[in-house]
């Protein structure tokens, strides 16, 4: 059972998923239509205005084309033929100039799709793994349901208006979450320029750089680690936004923003890394002093000193929660009207189970904002019916034997009744060779000397 447990839960975090408020002491004006901000290690909301309405990304789209394609391409020095894609693009659309049968390796296609934004890059990504524009977007929408964005369809691979194309702010943090966990994505969004080197089709390099204002080392934002700017008529101008300071990581995400050139989105995420820096703080889970959930084990043992009842501990490996310094606040004042909502592993629990052994997990909701989803851990031991404790004489030391089967024991049982067969055996033999011996001893007192008056053995020869 441990090993099942183990293998199901291993990857099982805290995970936050509501705002306890809506962030009242920020003092600044958000214009943008759908804004979250969240942090980046466990998924809390520290802002969000709209985030779950309906919205068209533009080129932020290129994040999940390029978190598919890196987990599809295992080698980024692959060659990929440009095809006839590339033709459907008026030139009013951002391009970094690839023409057909043009042989492009796949990172390269990578830095023309995410820093200047080359549609004519993405087109060709997508064809090349999902063998047309609706087979990769299906490749899409599949890594969307994977990563929990229920409020998001994909249906082109960079973001020009559609109206089958679009998503919610709180799903787009979802992308940008698991998009900094890709080191080599990472990198790429986080690169100011970049030199595409020459092809079969273009003779000299080519040197592109990012639409990501934050990234300029003079007017930048420090901090910045990368991700993606977009903008179209539908979907207005869009940022989506990495930062990490102080040991502290965020995301933002704004869509929708209608101000002149786009102006509000930099200056309204600049100003909510600022609040969310100066704000996000963190504490261990057990400083919430919640009461131990507790179940029934099927086929304890009879010695079981709770006959088979097992409290189970919220996640025990020092488990720490993070958000706004407030709402910490609020979750410890408020403790007692956290409401526990426990999902088992299955059905019924049976023995053995382990000390440590996940048997499940709780939901932690207040206000009817789910906050955090933990690991239940068992607390003790709790043996199964044919297992056997044996408890050493010396009392600073209690040894638990458990059997695992009744064939184990069984074969214990045999072994010591081989043990005290081999003993009569022996003590036997001790006794006979001792007999013998003494009878020998007689008749050597009855032999006549030789002269010499060495002892002899009379022996009758064999004839």
């Known amino acids: 059972m441990r090993k099942h447990l183990a293998a199901l839960f291993a990857a099982l975090i805290v995970v936050f998923m509501l705002p306890l408020n809506v962030l009242a002491e920020y003092s600044g004006e958000i214009t943008s239509a759908n804004v979250v901000m969240v942090d980046t290690s466990s998924g809390s909301v520290l802002y969000e205005k709209d985030s779950t309405a309906k919205a068209f990304p533009a080129s932020t789209t290129k994040l999940m084309t390029a978190l598919v394609a890196l987990e599809n391409i295992p080698d980024l020095e692959t060659e990929i033929t440009v095809g006839i894609e590339v033709r459907r693009f ?7 100039g690839l023409v057909e049968q043009e042989k ?3 990172i390269d296609l990578l830095y023309g799709m995410l820093l200047p934004s080359g549609n004519d890059a993405a087109a060709t990504l997508a064809c090349y793994l999902g063998g047309s524009i609706d087979g990769f977007a299906n490749l899409m929408n599949n890594k969307a349901h994977e990563l929990g964005m229920n409020d998001t369809h994909f249906a082109n691979p960079h973001g020009l208006n559609d109206n089958t194309h679009y998503t919610t702010a709180a799903d787009m943090a979802k992308l940008a979450v698991a998009c900094t966990k890709n080191e080599t994505l990472m990198e790429i969004l986080g690169t100011r320029s970049y030199t595409l080197p020459p092809t079969n089709k273009r003779s000299g390099e080519k040197k592109i750089y990012s639409t990501n204002r934050f990234l300029d080392p003079d007017d930048g934002y420090s901090g910045v680690t990368g991700m993606k700017t977009g903008n179209t008529s539908a979907a207005k101008y869009c ?4 930062a990490e300071r102080d040991g502290k990581s965020l995301v933002v995400v704004v869509l929708g923003d209608s101000s002149e050139n786009g102006s509000a989105r930099w200056t309204e995420t600049a100003a909510l890394l600022d609040y969310g820096f100066a704000n996000l703080t963190s504490m261990p889970l057990s400083s919430l002093q919640l009461a131990p959930v507790k179940v029934q084990v099927a086929g304890y043992g009879r010695n079981d000193a709770e006959a088979g009842m097992l409290a189970l501990d919220f996640d025990a490996d020092g488990q720490t929660i993070s958000g706004l310094t407030e709402d910490l606040a609020t979750l410890k004042q408020n403790a007692n009207k956290i409401v526990v909502t426990v999902n088992y592993l299955s059905d019924h629990l049976d023995a053995p189970v382990y ?6 997990t709780a939901a932690l909701t207040y206000e009817e904002n789910t906050f955090a989803v933990v690991n239940l851990v068992a607390s003790r031991d709790v043996l199964a ?5 044996i408890v050493s004489t010396d009392n600073s030391m209690i040894t638990e034997i458990a059997a695992n089967t009744e064939d184990s024991g069984s074969s214990a049982i045999g072994t010591i009744l081989l043990i005290l067969a081999v003993a009569v055996v022996v003590a036997g033999l001790i006794y006979n060779f001792s007999s013998l011996g003494r009878k020998l001893r007689k008749k050597r007192q009855k032999q006549p000397s030789c002269a010499d008056g060495h002892n002899f053995y009379l022996y009758k020869r064999s004839k």
């Open 90 to 96: 008026s030139e009013n659309n951002t391009l970094i």
């Open 355 to 360: 000390k440590g052994d996940v048997v499940g």
């Open 239 to 242: 940022l989506v936004t990495s």
């Open 104 to 106: 492009v390796r796949a």
């Open 385 to 389: 019916s044919g297992d056997a404790a």
